[in-house]
């Protein structure tokens, strides 16, 4: 089975750095586009989790510009305004376990 969309939903947490990587390695194995989620909630945006969410957008560029993947962020606005459209128009979805931080 090959994958065309993947998408990976990224938080502040150490694990949302890992599903990164296996999510650039998914989309690198089978040729797909790749779209990452800000899936922070609004309260880590201006708590202490400020600093690492500020920095989920341009984590996931520069990974995919590094991988040589084509790839869409879609940040934690438009996330929560769409909801979740994005789950309905992919091949697979990498995304936290529920009992995580996030």
Request: glycine share 12%; net charge negative; aromatic share 6%.
């Amino acid at each position: 089975m090959a994958y065309k969309d993947i998408l990976v939903y990224l938080d502040p947490t150490d694990a949302a750095q890992d599903r990164l990587r296996l999510a650039v390695a998914m989309a690198q194995a089978h040729g797909a586009r790749l779209t990452g989620v800000d899936a922070s909630s609004e309260a880590a945006l201006g708590g202490a989790w400020g600093d690492r969410a500020s920095r989920i957008g341009p984590e996931f560029e520069a990974a995919i510009k590094e991988a040589g993947l084509v790839g869409r962020f879609v940040g934690t606005s438009a996330a929560f305004t769409i909801g979740g459209e994005y789950g309905h128009c992919v091949d697979l979805i990498i995304a936290p376990r529920p009992e995580d931080e996030a």
